[in-house]
């Protein structure tokens, strides 16, 4: 039988990091993640097995320590990890954001400081846009540094951070006025600092508290935070590329890729509710034979297989845009839009094949089922997402009447 969800045209390489990423999920991750979602319970050898495959360096260049491999391998990498426990692939999502930022914008002095440790997962990332006042709407961020001699002073609070007690470098985006008078565009008046801290809760830096994690419904293992500076002194070689007012374009670029991410997470998490409703529907017996058997639920997994399929479809075909370098940012959104919403209708019908047994926490599908909807919220909803793929649309189909 063909498998769902395969992808055409890899290369050996990427073949071989692909199969022992699925092994070491099968054998290391699925064994033990509901139990320690339940718990809550930060995945710490799963983190430490995943930092001897190298993937925490996967797609950082190999001069700086890192595999040096695509954006493709990444998210497929990706993929599967999701497919065994969601908040695995939040851990390593931020991390990644933040090394793709400072490979494509940092100065070398930051490249050469960070990237190797990154590579090796000793220094792990974290980004920081949104706050509480807001989350779609960046440019509305009231967050601020301010330039004292060869320092900038920051003081605001932040939302949200995933990762955000475990990370020992954060890029925060904040507003910084300076040579950007007073009315100048939103987008040409912040900056992206480096902010390097302990990991673990309370007072981290002078001047930066993470409070303590957020409890949410889902995605629990992973760390969600605040954060708040108050009086925050960064020295000015943190400015991620050196320049001021360059940070709204440098996080939009690594939301860009962050999408393709969140999509190959929704692919993972929509093919482990697949798995899970088909093994079920061929077991549970009602009426004389095997759920599969009636054709409503025979329905239900194809319906199912074929949204696996169309996601997975749309998620590698974004990711090949990115590393052909093109522009992405249609595809990425449509993956991501696509993929976050598939992933919870798929997740939804899994639930439903399971009947009541779907709703005890002894089964795996009820934790899906509280992971699915964070997918329709992080790098951007579903309305963001319709609203760039509309603005690119009119730019492609111009009208020329
Ligand atoms: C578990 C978790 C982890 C996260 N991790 C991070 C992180 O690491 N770093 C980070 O910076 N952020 C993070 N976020 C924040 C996330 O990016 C935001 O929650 C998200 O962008 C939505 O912003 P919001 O919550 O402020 O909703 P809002 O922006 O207030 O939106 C509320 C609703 O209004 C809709 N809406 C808003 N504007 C429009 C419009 N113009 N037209 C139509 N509808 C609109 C939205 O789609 C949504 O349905 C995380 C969030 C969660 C839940």
């Known amino acids: ?26 054998k290391e991750i699925i064994p033990v993640a509901t139990e320690l979602e339940h718990r809550d319970e930060y995945p710490q ?25 695509s954006l493709l391998t990444y998210a497929l990498c990706v993929e599967e990890i ?8 939040g851990i390593i999502n931020t991390h990644f954001i933040v090394a793709y930022m400072l490979k494509q914008h940092g100065t070398q002095e930051q490249k050469d400081t960070f990237l190797p440790r ?27 540094a301010v330039k004292d001699g060869d320092e900038y002073v920051l003081n605001g609070q932040k939302m949200w951070l995933t990762n955000g007690g475990t990370s020992t470098l ?37 001047g930066l508290t993470i409070p303590g994690k957020i409890d949410k419904m889902g995605y629990k293992g992973v760390d969600t935070t605040e954060l708040i500076m108050d009086g925050l002194r960064i020295p000015a070689n943190r400015v ?3 320049v001021t007012g360059r940070g709204f374009y440098q996080m939009m670029d690594g939301v860009e890729v962050g999408r393709v991410n969140v999509a190959a997470r929704g692919c993972g998490v929509a093919q482990r509710a697949f798995e899970l409703g088909v093994s079920y529907a061929q077991q549970r017996q009602t009426f004389g034979k095997p759920i599969a058997q009636h054709q409503a639920i025979q329905f239900k997994l194809a319906e199912m ?65 509280r992971e699915a909807p964070m997918l329709l919220i992080g790098e951007g909803t579903a309305e963001i997402q319709k609203m760039i ?7 492609e189909y111009r009208f020329q009447g």
């Open 45 to 69: 050898d799963i983190v430490d097995g995943l930092k001897e495959l190298g993937v925490f360096g996967l797609m950082i260049p190999e001069e700086y320590g890192g595999l040096g491999e």
């Open 82 to 89: 999701a497919r065994g426990w969601m908040s695995v692939s």
């Open 170 to 206: 954060v890029a925060v985006l904040v507003r910084s006025d300076e040579g950007h008078p007073e009315g100048s565009a939103p987008h040409k008046s912040m900056t992206t600092f480096l902010v390097e801290k302990e990991p673990g809760f309370g007072e981290v830096r002078p």
């Open 118 to 144: 990154m590579a090796a997962g000793e220094v792990r990332g974290a980004f920081s846009m949104s706050e509480p006042a807001l989350g779609s709407d960046v440019s509305a961020i009231t967050s601020k």
């Open 389 to 395: 793929i509309g603005r690119r649309l009119l730019e």
């Open 1 to 26: 039988m063909a498998r769902l969800a395969q992808t055409h045209g890899l290369t050996d390489v990427q073949q071989e990091i692909l199969s022992t990423v699925r092994d070491f999920v099968d």
């Open 305 to 369: 297989a074929t949204k696996v399929e169309a996601a997975h479809a749309m998620m590698v075909n974004a990711a090949r845009k990115k590393d052909s370098g093109e522009r992405n940012d249609l595809e990425a959104g449509m993956a991501k839009y696509l993929a976050s919403e598939y992933c919870k209708e798929v997740v939804e019908d899994a639930f439903r094949i399971h009947g009541g047994y779907g709703f005890s926490k002894e089964y795996e599908i009820e934790r899906l089922y």
């Open 240 to 242: 991620l590329g050196g």
